[in-house]
């Protein structure tokens, strides 16, 4: 059956840089259907600063034919060990919006989640160079409603340039991660997201974009001393 997983690991920029310079692909890891590579991000972090290129935190979205191929590469390869000594959430595949082609043909929709019950968001971007302006001018407030949410219990973003952006969150509920993409609930300006998907659909940012839906399968390892990141 197949999964998806998301990563997270300290490493050195010599590894982070070269994870993202030789991707994984599924001739060279058994049982992968896609990955991305790429250094962690703090959500809302000056443009200029090291907060936002962190080579010594690599970030890992992958899409693999059976969770017994992910225990595979984080057992037999030098990279998935260096994965496997971090922390790692395994997915299950609810929803999908918009479209990116390495993934494959997804079904818009699976199963709807109990609005009660915890959700995993990510989204993947290949941005249009020349609207990398407008983008951060619309995408930075955005990132500070989902990094400051009461709701998440982890959010952050990942990059690899010069064009592919994602971000990634755990949130305890459906419903709290629903309200804050339409803009409701009491918070300060609680519509950032919803007028930046408004400016999207206006005048595109990326040529590739989706945001996907997920219910945790299990969770792996640490980050950052934390544990038990996904509620339950």
């Known amino acids: 059956m197949q999964i998806f997983s998301f990563h997270l690991a300290r490493t050195t920029p010599a590894t982070t840089a070269g994870a993202m310079c030789r991707p994984l692909t599924n001739r060279s890891v058994a049982g992968l259907r896609h990955a991305e590579c790429m250094a962690a ?3 809302g972090s000056p443009i200029l600063s090291p907060a936002r290129m962190q080579l010594r935190s690599l970030a890992v979205f992958a899409s693999w034919e059976s969770e ?39 079904p818009a929709n699976i199963a709807d989640a109990d609005p009660a019950q915890p959700v995993v968001t990510v989204t993947l971007a290949r941005l249009k160079l ?40 755990v949130w305890r ?21 919803a007028a930046a998907m408004a400016e999207r659909n206006r005048k595109d940012f990326h040529f590739q974009f989706t945001t996907l839906r997920f219910r945790a ?16």
């Open 41 to 43: 991000m703090t959500l």
């Open 68 to 106: 017994a191929a992910l225990d595979a590469f984080l057992a037999e390869t030098k990279l998935g060990r260096t994965l496997a000594a971090g922390w790692h959430v395994r997915l299950s595949f609810l929803r999908q919006w918009g479209r990116f082609a390495e993934l494959g043909e997804l």
């Open 130 to 169: 020349p609207q990398l302006a407008r983008f951060i001018r619309w995408g930075k407030p955005v990132e500070k409603l989902v990094r400051d949410h009461p709701g998440a219990t982890l959010a952050l973003a990942a990059f690899r340039p010069p064009r592919t952006f994602s971000t990634f969150s």
């Open 173 to 193: 509920s459906q419903r709290e991660m629903t309200e804050m993409v339409h803009g409701r609930g009491s918070l300060l300006d609680a519509g950032r997201h």
């Open 217 to 232: 399968i299990a969770e792996h390892g640490e980050w950052a001393g934390r544990s038990g990141i996904v509620p339950q």
